[in-house]
């Protein structure tokens, strides 16, 4: 666990409100104008209301956008523009469990996905949307109603960033709670998954038991996964024998760190983390990392701006496309 993590602890717990306007001012001071259009989003996509219909220009419009009834009543081709939709809601799925705690760079996973989940409310908020969250606790799954206002969302990352350590006594699996995410939570808007992915059980597949539940609710909402990282996850040094504890369960184990050992684990973690990109990508969530030993904001300014890209490089190609 990180060293410093009892002391900003203490901070947070006596003081959160100036530790949450901290983290607001850091967001909207080095976010604001980067990820706002009509309407923000980290993965940029059309609005859901219709505009006034428009003659249609060739190579320059969506034909997916073309406005049929118009087309046929005045005999020249027309497009119906589309505005934002806003008064969304926005809901996350937060891990909050014990292995969350770990950290042994900047700041512990919990606090970058406080982080992660604060960028997402406070600048969603800023146009009415609600945003909720399902906690994935030690101790089961907790709902938070969605709500407008920053206060709502104060309350929510209080919650998270206060909240003891719990060992997983009646944790959910990550399948199950994006299951209980999607079955719960209909109405389409933007979907946030905050972990760091590091349980996966298999189907007989051989791919995580999460894939299927996530591409079912990625068919009907915007998904955005988030994927917290400490480096420590990603390879170990060679220090010889040591005590490890699994923060889930509390057990401990003495491991030799070796060598042999070690470069096996780095392989493990690569390829572990090749199979969580691939299982986001086949379930067509958009996937962002966090390192807990990189600038959180900078990430995800780059992660948008890139999306952002994409899209338009995807949008342009079917302008350019014909009936």
Request: no cysteine; aromatic share 4%.
């Amino acid at each position: 666990m990180h060293t410093s993590r009892t002391s900003r602890g203490a901070l947070a717990r006596l003081a959160p409100e100036r530790t949450l306007r901290r983290l607001e001012l850091a967001v909207t001071r080095r976010l604001d104008g980067l990820l706002h259009g009509e309407h923000v989003g980290l993965l940029p996509g059309p609005g859901t209301e219709l505009a006034e219909a428009r003659l249609y220009q060739p190579g320059e419009d969506d034909v997916r956008h073309m406005d049929w009834a118009v087309t046929a009543r005045t005999t020249a081709p027309h497009v119906r523009d589309l505005i934002a939709d806003h008064e969304l809601e926005t809901w996350a799925l937060v891990d909050v469990t014990a292995s969350m705690d770990y950290g042994t760079a900047a700041l512990p996973k919990r606090d970058l996905a406080v982080a992660a989940l604060a960028a997402v409310g406070f600048l969603t908020s800023r146009l009415g949307d609600r945003t909720g969250a399902y906690l994935m606790r030690g101790d089961g799954l907790r709902r938070w109603p969605a709500r407008t206002g920053k206060a709502a969302i104060y309350a929510l990352l209080a919650d998270i960033l206060t909240a003891p350590p719990q060992q997983a006594s009646g944790r959910p699996s990550l399948a199950e709670g994006i299951a209980a995410l999607a079955r719960s939570q209909t109405r389409r808007g933007l979907r946030v998954i905050i972990t760091d992915f590091l349980d996966q059980p298999a189907d007989p597949q051989g791919r995580p038991d999460w894939e299927r539940p996530l591409r079912r609710l990625a068919a009907r909402h915007q998904v955005l996964a988030v994927e917290i990282i400490d480096p420590r996850e990603l390879s170990l040094p060679e220090v010889g024998m040591v005590n490890v504890a699994d923060p889930e369960t509390g057990a401990t184990y003495e491991v030799s760190l070796n060598r042999k050992v070690t470069d096996a684990y780095a392989r493990a973690a690569a390829a572990h983390r090749r199979a969580v990109a691939a299982a986001l990508r086949r379930a067509g969530a958009g996937h962002l990392q966090l390192r807990t030993d990189r600038d959180w904001i900078t990430d995800i300014a780059r992660f948008a701006l890139r999306q952002r890209r994409v899209a338009g490089r995807g949008h342009r190609t079917l302008r350019g496309a014909r009936p």
